[in-house]
């Protein structure tokens, strides 16, 4: 077969444009490199320049209008006059005006009484409760548990000094304990019958045991009888024969596993030979008596109360 190759036709070649990338102006550099990475100059996109200016003249009225520059004794205080102090005292006094009608009614009804008006209750708990955590907690903790090593009562137990009714609350939290601030503050002095010597080392060790066997605590039988007969003549008058403790004069129950200061025999034999004298501050100077009521209702609601 002959070869006709030599009698073929050769299509003419295309000529195909630039891709359009490559017809574009090549964007200048700002000159800068960094590992032979350059910068292109673009300008910026014209939205984006146009809110920057807006911001700017927005900022320019904000000075104007609102509280922006600070001086050497205030800032200024823009021609609206705006105060984000004086808001916060409109709303606070708002709310005084809303719950004023709720104190009035504290006042007004009977302590004993305030359990029965589940609103009011209610108010008086959250009020008495927001009151507490301000002034109470400081030494009776954020829940009401107590500091035992300092002396501070439980009060989330039914375990009463000084009563546990709504009115001796009230009456506690109104004048104190032991405070040389009001006369009608709740008052008790225990002897310290080592330190005046009234008991010998040998007759407080007695005693300790005697205490911890009212309480079921681990003791030494033989001290604890020879320490009954010191604890009927020197203790028992206030605390009670068996150690039930008189909450009319604030003397604590030796029979139970509450106790105040600690029941180790190392935190009885201190309290016998030092005795204590915990103080607590009266409140009828520093708190209105519908917040006093308050934390009454607080208070007894914590323990059960009596």
């Known amino acids: 077969m002959a070869d006709n190759s030599e ?3 050769e299509p003419p070649s295309r000529q195909y444009p630039d891709p359009a990338v490559k017809l574009k102006k090549e964007v200048g550099t700002t000159g800068h490199s960094w590992d032979g990475i350059e910068e292109y100059d673009n300008p910026m996109p014209r939205w984006w320049v146009w809110i920057f200016i807006i911001t700017i003249i927005w ?3 904000y000075w104007v209008a609102y509280p922006a520059w600070p001086g050497i004794q205030s800032a200024t205080s823009g021609v609206l006059g705006y105060s984000s102090r004086a808001d916060v005292a409109n709303e606070l006094a708002e709310f005084e005006a809303r719950n004023e009608s709720f104190f009035v009614a504290l006042v007004d009804t009977d302590l004993e009484d305030i359990r029965a008006d589940d609103e009011l209750q209610r108010f008086a708990v959250n009020a008495g409760g927001s009151v507490f955590r301000a002034q109470c907690s400081q030494c009776h903790g954020t829940g009401g548990a107590g500091v035992q090593a300092s002396g501070f009562p439980n009060l989330l137990d039914d375990d009463w000094l000084w009563g546990g009714t709504m009115e ?12 040389e601030d009001y006369p009608e503050a709740r008052w008790s002095e225990m002897p310290a019958f080592g330190q005046d010597g009234l008991l010998d080392d040998e007759e407080i060790d007695q005693v300790v045991n005697y205490v911890l066997s009212l309480s079921g605590s ?6 604890a009888d020879a320490g009954a007969e010191n604890f009927e003549i020197n203790c028992a008058s206030c605390h009670g024969d068996g150690g039930e403790g008189d909450y009319f004069i604030g003397a604590p129950a030796l029979n139970n596993q509450v106790w105040l200061y600690g029941g180790s025999p190392e935190a009885i034999r201190h309290s016998i030979y030092y005795s204590r004298f915990g103080v607590m501050p009266g409140f009828a100077n520093r708190l209105r008596d519908a917040e006093i009521r308050a934390v009454a209702a607080y208070v007894h609601q914590l323990g059960g109360g009596q």
């Open 7 to 9: 009698n073929k036709v």
């Open 168 to 179: 001796d609350i009230h009456e506690t939290i109104r004048y104190g304990i032991r405070n």
């Open 59 to 61: 900022s320019v009225g």
């Open 218 to 223: 681990d003791h030494d039988s033989a001290l």
